[in-house]
């Protein structure tokens, strides 16, 4: 091996005569490739073959049927359950209209709230790094821990909300919260935020921290106020970081599955129904083809939202 | 002035908002359920481990603790041991091979858990690796090894080729190199990646709620959602049993906290 790694340096040699032609040169690769490297990758790459693109494609196969998961027999019914999903059944409707808010909902709600967070502690004092812990800490816990610590927080009967605001006299205030069908699924938005406002606010703090301080300055001495520095500094600094942010959320708010279990129980009611909760209900009740048909239009939703969201805010790194 | 005060004001509200539901869950776990809704706020009675007791007895969430410890003992490591080995070999094979090998690994980070549940079900049923702790493995290492390889080998390209080259001159194989050179070097993602996963697998529970059957093999969040069930109002259960899942990871959380920061940021970011 090693003779031929000089052989194949001194074959390059002549060519690099120009230093523009010696950098070129070694670009192209020196060493001749071992071909006992293409045997690291194989074990992953059978595995994602084997366990996540053949079952992904096997997914559109089943969602063209009827099959219940366990009969060998089943027929193929074309787009029917597609068809079914969208015309004739109100809660998968349901179910999809409560994730695109419940989305829509989470998004605003965490990319501002978070970016808010990370304006009041880019410096690395004593102080923000401490908070800045603190704020995190919820992301490390388990959706299901999460859950259960909301529902005790949203009980209407012994509930924390409603201790605290009957304790500080304002029980007007007090709801149902969860159990007020209208408003259940904003409650849960508030705690998917409460749950990840803390890791995008860390993704944030990266973006603010790679601005340079002497924009601001210059813009001070031009009399620009704070709004206006935001406006045309901050804001067009931070786009990569938004853009991070808004899709990252939008996955994980559509993912929101273990929260709502956990806060709703199994299976949840309609109020709280999302399309993974619906298509895992379907799945629970055997109809593996409609489920799978659910799942294929989940997928579909996803990329829609996010290719929609590039479209609509445009945010590219500055400078490109 | 009024900023700085507003500025306060935000953060100390925020930063009760997280403190005080902590708080109130670690008090609760120990207090009975008419201690808790007496006085939601104040300090336990007493320190009585008698929920615990219940809640690991009773409950089997004893054998679901080691179930967790177990899967994510192995599901970790296994994780990153194959997205370092792909990262490795597609930071050294440069041109369309390592395009075509990394293109294919990261793909699936667009596929939902939930889009290929049915089929995946299907699967281990025929491969019998339906309510087995080595089935929960297999599909925590499926789900996050493209997002691993992403992290690793967006990390292993970085590294000077010419150390590779210096090695491959001394003689030494694809093999050493990885072992010796590549793997050392790439500590400090290979630190963040296994964090990422270690809360990620943890916490897992999609997979187990489809596939584990026998109460035995539950890992804990399942445990714990199967709690919910059966202790609809039993809160101070229900705050044993977050207390005593959340333990290792807020452990390594207090110790580690910046590597945290870190790894699951570099999830987000690059996820």
């Known amino acids: 091996m090693s003779t031929h790694t000089k052989m194949a340096d001194e074959r390059k040699a002549p060519d690099g005569g120009t230093e523009t032609g010696a950098a070129k040169g070694r670009r192209r690769s020196p060493t001749r490739v071992n071909p006992a490297l293409y045997l690291f990758p194989l074990p992953a790459v059978a595995i994602i073959a084997f366990f996540l693109v053949m079952p992904t494609l096997q997914a559109f196969q089943y969602a063209i049927t009827d099959w219940n998961g366990f009969s060998a027999a089943f027929n193929y019914v074309g787009l029917d359950n597609f068809v079914r999903a969208f015309t004739k059944d109100s809660l998968f409707t349901n179910a999809l209209t409560n994730n695109l808010k419940f989305v829509l909902l989470v998004v605003i709600a965490q990319t501002a709230f978070s970016l808010v967070l990370a ?58 919260y969860l159990g007020n069908n209208a408003q259940a699924l904003s409650w849960v938005a508030v705690t998917q935020v409460w749950f990840h406002a803390g890791q995008m606010m860390v993704v944030y703090i990266a973006g603010l921290q790679a601005i340079p301080r002497e924009l601001y300055e210059a813009a001070e001495m031009d009399g620009a106020g704070k709004w206006q520095q935001f406006k045309s500094i901050t804001w067009p600094f931070v786009a990569p970081a938004t853009s991070i942010v808004v899709a990252y959320t939008t996955v994980q708010s559509f993912k929101a599955f273990d929260l709502i279990l956990g806060i709703a129980g199994n299976p949840p009611k309609q109020s709280l129904d999302i399309l993974s909760t619906r298509i895992y209900s379907t799945f629970a009740n055997s109809e593996f083809g409609y489920a799978a048909a659910q799942s294929i239009i989940f997928m579909a939703m996803i990329a829609l939202v996010t290719w929609l969201q590039r479209r609509l805010l445009r945010l590219t790194p500055k400078g490109e | ?260 920061v870190a790894g699951i940021t570099a999830g987000a970011s690059k996820g």
């Open chain 1, 119 to 176: 304006l009041l502690l880019t410096k690395n004092s004593r102080g923000s790094i401490l908070l800045r812990a603190l704020f995190f800490f919820p992301t490390i816990l388990s959706s299901v821990s999460v859950a259960f610590i909301w529902k005790f927080i949203y009980d209407p009967n012994f509930g924390l909300a409603n201790a605290v605001l009957g304790g500080v006299g304002l029980e007007a205030l007090q709801g149902s």
């Open chain 2, 1 to 260: 002035m009024l900023a700085s005060l507003s500025r306060r004001a935000i953060l100390g509200i925020y930063a009760v908002i997280i403190i005080v539901p902590l708080t109130v869950v670690g008090f609760g776990s120990f207090k009975s359920t008419q201690e808790l809704f007496a006085g939601p706020f104040s300090l336990p009675q007493s320190l009585s481990p008698a929920n615990y007791a219940e809640v690991i007895g009773g409950q089997d969430l004893g054998s679901s603790f080691t179930n967790s410890v177990i899967v994510t003992a192995i599901s970790v490591p296994l994780t990153l041991f194959l997205a370092s080995l792909a990262g490795y070999a597609i930071s050294r094979l440069k041109g369309f091979m390592g395009w075509a090998i990394f293109g294919f690994l990261v793909l699936g980070m667009a596929i939902p858990a939930q889009a290929n549940m049915v089929p995946l079900y299907v699967l281990f049923g025929r491969l019998g690796l339906l309510d087995s702790l080595a089935g929960l493995v297999l599909a925590n290492v499926v789900s996050t090894l493209p997002i691993a390889v992403f992290i690793l080998g967006g990390f292993m390209r970085t590294l000077p080729k010419e150390l590779y080259e210096a090695s491959s001159i001394d003689g030494t194989g694809p093999w050493r190199t990885y072992v010796s050179i590549a793997l050392p070097l790439s500590a400090p993602s290979v630190a963040a990646a296994a964090i990422f996963l270690f809360v990620i697998h943890w916490n897992e529970l999609l997979y187990p709620l489809l596939f584990i059957q026998s109460p035995g093999n539950r890992t804990l969040p399942l445990a714990l959602l199967s709690f919910q069930g059966e202790f609809q109002t039993n809160y101070p259960l229900l705050f044993a049993g977050v207390i005593l899942a959340s333990l290792p990871v807020v452990v390594a959380y207090v110790f580690l906290q910046r590597y945290f």
